[in-house]
């Protein structure tokens, strides 16, 4: 099979009494705004044929039956259900309902309705189908999952004394909502997805425990659950907008209202749990606490920035610790047109485009990697660096920045390089670069961290994801990167710090080398000499 590379639409009308609700196909999107009415809602489709290279017979939704089945692999049903060839066509959808098989009012097309509803019974898929009399909805089937009981939702209301504070009881409530609407609709079509909601729902319930012990402020308990709330409010309404009862759901994405993007929205999910299941494994920020135990072969001041052998030291053998699968918590993801690609310590989202526009340059999911880098990078940088206002931590930062400071270990000795790392491009911003005296620096570091901690971070994120994600390869990442900025409205204002970003990543893979070493550029067919006193290009054969 092969699948139609031009969209049609399905859209769904009121019938001009109101009574009833009528189905239509459109070739094209301008079609389909034909006769639009108050109730009426649509989504792009594409038409699975049987050679690409003919052109398939025109057809219409009249007196029919439409059998809407998902989330399945297309081939499933495709293989498994005997006589499907005889289906009028099969489309394919981006909803959870992602495919369409549209049967003849006839013996054999009845036959094959009820062969396909026979088929997704006994698989434990999802369906609803339509029995259309000239277009309008008759007579509706439909088969949904059985229905689960959450214990973590069970638990989260256990809270109720914590959350009665004014500024957060209506938030909390909110994420309860939220919580319980997306588990109800995950548990009716795709059960994979509520366990991984449940895990996400039950770090709220940690969180309501910090902020009762008054370990976490108000304003960090407001910010997290409005996040949370946002990003379960979006991912339910397209992901499980067009599952049973199909017009009693509606996406708020208006070009995919009927039938949503769930396909869409349950591929970026895993896509992002494979990635995030591997780094969360690594359990870097607990690797890195753990260095503080590791003496042996601490370097001195001078060999911090001056040793490359330091750049083979491997923190995930350096200490022992088992990894725990279980303390991965998933993050909730979506589409954002507003957001874009952004992340936060629980949510990921990407932008609306890429619905349309996946494999493209400026809007791919190897973006994502980015996202999901700052997740890491964050944790990393709560063991790395000191917080603002905490008087330990400014402790013993002023300690490691003493002219005659030594690292006692490792950890010492990476908090020591990156406070370096932070004064230095503090001094570099200063209306005269000259370093800050012994006394001075205590009072200035709280603003120095507050101040470069966005930059930096960013640098470290930019830095990870080439190195890790693009495995270093200087053409390819900095095409990508660029290709993606390039989407970006208003860039022009953020090129300078786009470009130290760049430079910044992409010097790393320089750190072993010597002055004039020229770095190649496979992805984009050329050399550059970097380090010399003249930078040329030289053409590869």
């Not at 994420?175 to 709220?204: C, G, H, K, M």
């Not at 108000?218 to 199909?246: K, V």
């Not at 507003?338 to 990407?350: E, I, K, N, P």
């Not at 001094?427 to 620096?441: Q, S, V």
Request: charged letters at 20%; glycine letters at 6%; aromatic letters at 8%.
């Amino acid at each position: 099979m092969h699948l139609d590379t031009r969209a049609s639409f399905v859209a769904l009308h009121d019938t001009p009494d109101g009574r009833e609700r009528a189905v239509s196909l459109h070739p094209n999107f301008e079609a389909a705004l034909s006769g639009w009415t108050v109730g009426s809602r649509l989504s792009p489709i594409w038409r699975l044929l049987a050679d690409a290279k003919v052109a398939a017979p025109a057809v219409e939704f009249g007196d029919c039956k439409l059998t809407f089945i998902g989330p399945v692999r297309p081939a499933r049903p495709i293989t498994e259900i005997k006589g499907i060839d005889q289906a009028v066509s099969i489309w394919a959808t981006l909803g959870c309902f992602n495919l369409i098989i549209h049967t003849a009012q006839d013996d054999i097309g009845d036959a094959l309705a009820a062969d396909t509803i026979a088929w997704a019974q006994a698989e434990g898929v999802a369906f609803e189908q339509w029995t259309l009399n000239a277009s309008e909805i008759g007579n509706v089937e439909q088969h949904v999952l059985p229905r689960r009981e959450s214990k973590v939702l069970a638990e989260l209301l256990a809270y109720s004394e914590d959350h009665k504070h004014p500024a957060v009881r209506t938030s909390y409530q909110e994420n309860l909502v939220a919580t319980a609407t997306s588990l109800a609709r995950a548990a009716a079509v795709y059960p994979p997805i509520f366990d991984e909601i449940e895990q996400a729902a039950a770090s709220i319930g940690e969180i309501m425990k910090l902020f009762a012990a008054k370990e976490m402020t108000l304003l960090e308990m407001q910010s997290r659950l409005q996040t949370m709330n946002a990003a379960l409010s979006r991912f339910s309404s397209q992901a499980f907008s067009g599952i049973p009862p199909i017009r009693g759901t509606e996406c708020h994405f208006w070009i995919h209202s009927l039938l949503g993007t769930g396909s869409a929205n349950l591929a970026l999910a895993s896509v992002v749990a494979s990635i995030q299941n591997v780094l969360g494994k690594a359990l870097i920020p607990e690797r890195l606490k753990l260095l503080e135990e590791v003496t042996n072969g601490t370097p001195t001041t001078a060999d911090l920035t001056g040793d490359a052998k330091l750049l083979d030291f491997d923190i995930l053998d350096s200490v022992d610790l088992d990894a725990d699968a279980a303390s991965i918590v998933p993050l909730i993801t979506y589409f954002s047109g507003r957001d874009g690609f952004s992340s936060h310590v629980q949510t990921l989202s990407a932008p609306l485009t890429t619905l349309a526009e996946c494999n493209s340059l400026r809007s791919n999911l190897l973006t994502v990697t980015h996202e999901i880098s700052h997740i890491f990078v964050q944790s990393a940088l709560a063991v790395l660096s000191p917080t603002p206002g905490d008087e330990a931590d400014l402790k013993w930062a002023t300690r490691l920045l003493e002219p005659a400071a030594q690292a006692g270990n490792m950890l010492d000795a990476a908090r020591q390089l990156f406070l370096e790392a932070l004064v230095s491009m503090a001094i570099e911003d200063r209306p005269e670069a000259r370093p800050y005296g012994r006394k001075e620096l205590p009072r200035e570091l709280p603003g120095i961290i507050e101040r470069s901690r966005l930059e930096v971070q960013e640098i470290l994120v930019h830095t990870f994801d080439f190195l890790y994600f693009h495995q270093g390869e200087p053409g390819y990442y900095v095409s990508n990167i660029w290709h993606s900025w390039c989407a970006i409205p208003g860039i022009a204002d953020r090129i300078p710090e786009y470009l130290m970003r760049t430079l910044c990543a992409v010097s790393s893979v320089l750190l072993h080398e010597k002055a004039g070493y020229a770095v190649p550029c496979r992805a984009q067919g050329y050399e550059r000499n970097i380090g010399g006193d003249r930078a040329r290009d030289r053409t590869r054969e």
